[in-house]
């Protein structure tokens, strides 16, 4: 069993940043590829980013350039620092250990003037 802990959202204005952060239970988290999910209202989940074990990543192309997704495997906790937020970037903000079944609670970013 895996549990997941996200925190960091909030409301900012256009232009801000945030940085959410994701907590895991368990030892083999280091092992994980992990990402961040997001979902808007009436739209599916889509990927926003992801890192190896060892801090590779990927990033979607929606949020290349603003958002960066790093890790801490002594701390168990991935992160996702976004800045330049867009009234586009409000959503539900989600981590998850790719190919696994554990998702956490979702933290809220909303992005309005």
């Known amino acids: 069993q895996v549990q997941l802990v996200e925190s960091g959202g909030g409301s900012v204005q256009p232009g801000g940043s945030l940085r959410l952060s994701c907590t895991a239970s368990?030892?083999?988290?280091?092992?994980?590829?992990m990402g961040w999910y997001r979902q808007a209202p009436g739209k599916q989940r889509e990927l926003v980013a992801s890192i190896t074990s060892g801090g590779s990543t990927n990033t979607a192309d929606s949020v290349k350039g603003r958002f960066t997704i790093s890790r801490d495997n002594a701390k168990n906790t991935v992160y996702l620092q976004m800045n330049s937020l867009k009234p586009e970037d409000t959503a539900v903000y989600y981590c998850?250990?790719?190919?696994?079944?554990?998702w956490g609670q979702g933290t809220q970013v909303t992005v309005s003037s």
């Open positions: 368990g030892s083999m988290f280091r092992l994980r590829v």
């Open positions: 998850h250990p790719l190919a696994s079944m554990f």
